[in-house]
């Protein structure tokens, strides 16, 4: 008796975090059609990325600028991995150091170069949740006109 009613002050809990974080962090409600799919969608090119910009006034400076933004982070990611990686390397000569290092400073540099972009590109103020959407959808729609 004792476990159905934890199964059930559990379950109760769960479900709240859940309603929780879904509401802090929407992404996978917005995305699920997209994810959650029979058949996936075929893959883009750079050329189709650029289609969209050109033909999408509201949406497409929005998803250029969050691309530019995604470049700055990876740079800001092979800095990291590098510049730790190297300095581990340098002064421990330790195989094991050096790949954790590498490991957290690209994490560390994506981050940084994730910020730096966010602020430089003015990231906040735009909705670039909703310009991936926009293009997701155009994609979909562009690929059921093909076939």
């Avoid at 002050?9 to 975090?17: A, E, P, R, V």
């Avoid at 310009?131 to 997701?136: E, G, P, R, S, T």
Wanted: charged letters at 20%; proline letters at 3%.
């Amino acid at each position: 008796m004792g476990e159905a009613s934890s199964e059930s002050f559990l379950k109760k809990h769960w479900q709240g975090y859940k309603e929780f974080w879904a509401h802090r962090f929407p992404f996978s409600d917005v995305y699920s059609r997209f994810i959650r799919r029979e058949e996936s969608l075929p893959p883009w090119s750079e050329s189709d990325v650029k289609d969209f910009i050109a033909s999408d006034p509201v949406h497409g400076p929005t998803l250029k600028t969050a691309r530019e933004a995604a470049k700055i982070a990876l740079a800001g990611g092979a800095i990291g991995a590098i510049s730790t990686a190297g300095l581990a390397w340098k002064y421990s000569r330790s195989l094991h150091g050096a790949g954790l290092s590498l490991a957290a400073g690209a994490i560390s540099g994506w981050t940084f170069g994730q910020e730096i972009a966010n602020h430089w590109y003015q990231l906040y103020r735009l909705d670039t949740m909703s310009a991936q959407v926009k293009f997701m959808e155009w994609w979909e729609k562009k690929c059921h006109s093909r076939s």
